[in-house]
């Protein structure tokens, strides 16, 4: 049974660059597409963007200029990075796995606060 | 982008009554492949979202079959045959056609 844990700081002041890695245990990286999504009070759920594993992606154009995914299949893990981050990327991020375009494997959630 | 827009926002059921929520989508969801790109979930209080239905109808592994979906290209419906007390939380529908993905505002039910 394939298990998504994110982990990262969890307390970033506002310009600072947001770093979140996902470990998979029970399956591998080497497969299916691995996506963020985020969930804030007053956005609700948004989707952020996926790799695939042979390394093609795909960012919402919102964060598009912000936002960067990657893999590092020696440590079967996925990775986010966010630069200058405000308030409005306060939210909790999940880490999801895409397969046969559904949603169907979610991490417990990494929560960010941004402070000024 | 597309827009997932559900209703009712909220809705209270007693036990062993149906429930039903609509979605629905600024665009078709219907693929040329027959398919319709439209998921739901539930997010239970405190935790992640959980895969309900996948491609408008397709139940998910695991999950009991008084969750049903169905809909034609720009509304779709998910309907609890039975509310259960564990059927507590938020439901969302989602659309995967098109990049960037999207998500409804939200469902939530309560118990009576």
């Known amino acids: 049974q394939v298990k998504l844990q994110e982990s990262g700081p969890g307390l970033l002041k506002s310009s600072e660059t947001l770093s979140l890695t996902c470990r998979v245990s029970g399956g591998s990286v080497s497969s299916h597409y691995w996506s963020w999504i985020r969930q804030s009070p007053g956005k609700g759920l948004e989707w952020i963007g996926y790799?695939?594993?042979?390394?093609?992606?795909n960012y919402n154009p919102s964060l598009k200029s912000r936002v960067t995914i990657s893999l590092d299949t020696s440590k079967n893990q996925i990775s986010l990075n966010l630069t200058s981050v405000t308030a409005a990327d306060t939210a909790v991020y999940f880490c999801?796995?895409?397969?046969?375009?559904?949603?169907?494997?979610w991490g417990q959630g990494a929560t960010v606060t941004v402070s000024s | 982008d597309i827009v997932m827009t559900q209703s009712p926002l909220s809705l209270s059921v007693t036990p062993g009554e149906p429930a039903s929520i609509s979605c629905r989508s600024s665009q078709s969801l219907l693929h040329l492949n027959g398919y319709k790109y439209v998921d739901w979930f539930l997010q239970r209080p405190g935790q992640s979202p959980q895969l309900l239905i996948g491609l408008g109808s397709t139940r998910a592994s695991g999950v009991p079959d008084r969750f049903s979906g169905s809909g034609s290209g720009t509304d779709f419906t998910l309907k609890i045959s039975r509310v259960e007390a564990e059927d507590v939380g938020v439901y969302y529908c989602m659309q995967t056609l098109e990049s960037p993905y999207t998500f409804g505002q939200g469902t939530k039910l309560e118990i009576k």
């Open positions: 999801v796995r895409l397969r046969l375009s559904s949603f169907d494997v």
């Open positions: 790799i695939y594993y042979i390394g093609t992606t």
